[in-house]
């Protein structure tokens, strides 16, 4: 699980990330990233609707999602907010398949990253 300072709770800052920030894509996730700088910890949300799958499939998504963020925490900048949007394909992909939600988080994250410093 994320430490609460590290999460994005209020509707309003998904909306604002989603839609005034940048987007990577990878085959199973969409990482939504806003760079506003100050001193405030890195936000992250994560959003996986019913067309991923069950109940179960989607909280397990949720699951690989939250631990790519986890592995992911201290290479961020301060003050970024981060929305991870889970595709279909996340929750169809059968174990021992590469990529898995989690790797492919940290993929996103590295090419938002990558986009923000150009």
Known sequence: ????AHRLT???DFR????SGQRSVTPTVVVHSTF???DDPARFGVTV????GG???RHRVARQIRHGILGKLVD?????RWVIRALPAAGARRSGEAPSPGT???????????GASR
């Open 36 to 38: 506003d700088g100050g």
């Open 1 to 4: 699980m994320l430490p609460k």
């Open 16 to 19: 604002r990330t989603i839609r």
């Open 55 to 57: 109940s179960v499939v």
């Open 104 to 114: 492919d988080v940290q993929a996103g994250i590295e090419l938002a990253l990558r």
């Open 10 to 12: 209020n509707s309003e």
């Open 49 to 52: 609707s019913k067309s991923v």
């Open 76 to 80: 961020v900048p301060s003050g970024s």
